[in-house]
């Protein structure tokens, strides 16, 4: 803490887990991790560790929303009771997971090629078992994955990270204390494929330069985000091989440069 009581979250030129302003915390993504979904997925990114699956396309029930052009693509995000000291005890819905669900949701709806399953459903489901900061981009990670892993096409395998400002400086993927006491929090999803951003939220208030840097800076980071969710789906993949029931292997994504072509190449 300093003489003002506020806690300093950089000291000597280094986060308080060592970190440099633009290094993320260690990560790791495992495709396929759960039996009875169509594809599903697992994050530790820090000591967050969320799980995502993903059924469909199948029968949209209830059936008044049916598309008929295209599948209605759905989302759930939620914290277990005991993801974080915060939500002890704390089940169902609320307000920040409906929001989030929410966000996350419109995302994969820009994303997915949907009109290749008209009149169907394709549910998103993220659960958080343990949450320290950044929960939102970690589950869309992860949710990416497991679409992937469910053989759903889409424009790119999106990758989320967050950005932000600590001490006067810009950084990437805030903890939960940086979360908790920086400036401001920022979080992204980016499509490498095509440079698009397709969340972007903030909260509090930066200057146009530093907004500015922190999407370079984000887009920088998604670039390791995006290299651990093919080495995943590449690893699912030999694993389905070995089983004899592998997908064609232009089904696999590729890893993409920023600000790659726009196109709209199925994954």
């Known amino acids: 803490m300093g003489g003002t009581g506020k806690m300093k979250l950089i000291v000597n030129g280094k986060r308080l887990d060592g970190r ?19 594809g599903s997925a ?3 990114w820090g ?20 598309n008929p052009y295209k599948a209605v693509v759905r989302c759930r995000y939620s914290m277990s009771p005991f993801a974080s000291f915060e939500e002890h005890g704390r ?21 997915v090629l949907a009109e290749h399953f008209p009149k169907t459903a394709i549910d998103i489901f993220i659960e958080v078992l343990q ?18 892993d ?3 096409p889409m424009k ?47 909260d509090g208030m930066l200057t146009k330069d530093e907004i500015a840097k922190a999407i370079d800076l984000a887009f920088e980071g ?3 985000v995006s290299d651990l969710q093919v080495k995943a789906l590449k690893a699912r993949y030999t694993e389905k091989e070995e089983k004899g029931v592998a997908p064609a292997p232009e089904a696999l994504p590729q890893e993409q440069p920023a600000g790659g072509q726009q196109g709209e190449q199925p994954y």
């Open 42 to 44: 697992y994050i530790e």
């Open 156 to 202: 790119d395998v999106v990758a989320g990270i967050a950005a932000g400002k600590i001490d006067g400086q810009i950084a990437l993927d805030f903890g939960k204390y940086e979360d908790n006491f920086g400036q401001s929090d920022m979080p992204f999803a980016v499509s490498l494929r095509t440079g698009e951003v397709l969340l972007f939220q903030m």
């Open 131 to 148: 949450a320290d900061g950044g929960t939102r981009v970690a589950g869309l990670t992860a949710a990416a994955v497991a679409l992937a």
């Open 91 to 111: 089940t169902g819905p609320n307000r920040r997971s409906r929001e989030i669900s929410k966000v996350i949701q419109e995302v994969f709806e820009n994303v």
């Open 150 to 152: 469910a053989g759903i």
């Open 222 to 224: 998604a670039k390791t």
């Open 47 to 66: 000591n967050n560790k969320i799980l995502a699956a993903v059924y469909g396309p199948k029968e949209c029930i209830p059936r008044h929303d049916i």
């Open 20 to 38: 440099g302003l633009a290094d993320l915390r260690p990560m790791t993504i495992k495709a396929g991790v759960l039996n009875k979904a169509d």
